[in-house]
């Protein structure tokens, strides 16, 4: 079994910048990806960035494209969201996902998830 734990949510102006962490424990792995999602109310779960444990390649929804960085540190089982220039459609609950087999953007791709933090945007 596979524990995901974010963290670094919380309150932030319009066109600042915030950074997200998301800790892997138990069985984890070297091969597959890490992915975040977001859900704001009212609305679908939706992909935002997915990178891979082996090389690193990374995939980004478009409208994050440019503005949030996806990056992984193996050695820590960790994954980092870093967000700049966020808007207040930003705001939403912040999901960690992972998976065995490699960076997809559906939320069915994924077989683990962590609990969400939320991430507020003020305009």
């Known amino acids: 079994q596979v524990q995901l734990v974010e963290s670094g949510g919380g309150l932030v102006q319009a066109g600042g910048s915030l950074r997200l962490s998301c800790a892997a424990s138990g069985r984890t792995f070297s091969s597959g990806a890490m992915g975040w999602f977001r859900q704001a109310p009212g609305k679908e779960r939706e992909f935002v960035a997915a990178?891979?444990?082996?090389?690193?390649?990374?995939n980004y929804a478009g409208s994050v494209k440019g503005r949030f960085a996806i990056s992984r540190d193996n050695a820590q089982n960790t994954v980092y969201l870093q967000m700049n220039s966020v808007r207040p459609e930003d705001t939403a609950v912040y999901y960690c996902?992972?998976?065995?087999w490699g960076a997809g953007t559906g939320r069915y791709d994924y077989d683990y998830w962590g609990q969400g933090t939320q991430v507020t945007v003020s305009s």
């Open positions: 996902a992972a998976n065995r």
């Open positions: 990178i891979t444990w082996n090389s690193g390649s990374t």
